[in-house]
């Protein structure tokens, strides 16, 4: 009904930049919350960063270096990195509450993941 494709991870130096965008495709009647989440390996999965039409918040780890961005129309999030730490290497995850036109019912769908690798 509704999928998430993530794009833009890759292979960057400390204190580079990346952007990862995801798109939302299907039958889709709204999209409610956006937001980028990661998962270290053994870890929980954690928020990063969330948009809605009412809020946009960030993890304190990344305030200040990472912005999120929306393009309604085109029902496009994206996810500016900068000044990007070692530590901030792992899988990161789109996530959408999105109302398909097939239930009207909200869903939360999760992307495949996209891996940001940050050597040092």
């Known amino acids: 009904q509704v999928q998430l494709v993530e794009s833009g991870g890759g292979l960057v130096q400390a204190g580079g930049s990346l952007r990862l965008s995801c798109a939302a495709s299907?039958?889709?009647?709204?999209?409610?919350?956006m937001g980028w989440y990661r998962q270290a390996p053994g870890k929980q999965r954690e928020l990063v960063a969330i948009?809605?039409?009412?809020?946009?918040g960030y993890a304190d780890s990344v305030k200040g270096r990472f912005t999120i961005s929306r393009d309604n129309a085109k029902n496009l999030l994206y996810l500016q990195m900068n000044s990007l730490k070692p530590e901030n290497t792992t899988v990161y995850y789109c996530?959408?509450?999105?109302?398909?036109?097939?239930?009207?019912?909200?869903?939360?769908?999760w992307g495949q993941g996209t891996l940001v690798t940050v050597s040092s």
């Open positions: 996530n959408a509450k999105a109302i398909p036109s097939s239930s009207y019912r909200e869903i939360e769908v």
């Open positions: 299907g039958s889709i009647l709204s999209i409610n919350d």
């Open positions: 948009t809605s039409s009412l809020r946009t």
